[in-house]
């Protein structure tokens, strides 16, 4: 690359990065995610590396795709695409630990044209805090959860 091709390239901290791919979204709470997942309208993927899903539980429901493997299990024209995925107007809905990975995967997403790929507000750490569905490792004894298990669907 040379130094007029750097001149050309845009140049933008993470945070304004996340701010603007954020205004193009319409990110759910994580009581209006549950709602849509309910009602048929969504599917959630939980994209959090394992060690995440070992120590902190799984969501019901949830189709579990790592990172780095999400556009391609998820592009309806994809030849390693999930079952699930299988229209452009499939309401994808990502969950990362925190909420800030998601935004980025759920932009990445729009671009392969699922045009309604939202994200989580808050992540997973926000769908446990509000009380929703976890499946909890099977490992761990129930006194070290956090709180009783919640019911699953």
């Not at 539980?57 to 999930?82: F, K, M, T, Y």
Request: charged residues 30%.
């Amino acid at each position: 690359m040379s130094a007029d091709d750097t001149q050309a390239v845009e140049r933008i901290g993470i945070d304004a990065l996340l701010e603007r791919v954020r205004d193009g979204l319409d990110r759910l709470d994580p009581r209006a995610a549950h709602a849509a997942w309910r009602a048929g309208d969504a599917l959630l993927v939980d994209t959090r590396y394992a060690a995440l899903r070992e120590r902190d539980g799984l969501i019901p429901g949830a189709l579990v795709v790592e990172r780095n493997e999400l556009e391609w299990r998820l592009d309806p024209l994809g030849s390693h695409r999930a079952p699930e995925a299988d229209s452009h107007d499939l309401r994808v809905v990502v969950f990362c630990n925190e909420g800030y990975a998601s935004s980025l995967a759920a932009e990445s997403l729009r671009r392969l044209g699922l045009h309604r790929a939202t994200d989580v507000i808050g992540g997973f750490q926000a769908w446990k805090a509000a009380g929703l569905p976890v499946l909890l490792p099977a490992s761990r004894p129930p006194e070290e959860a956090d709180g009783p298990p919640h019911p699953t669907r």
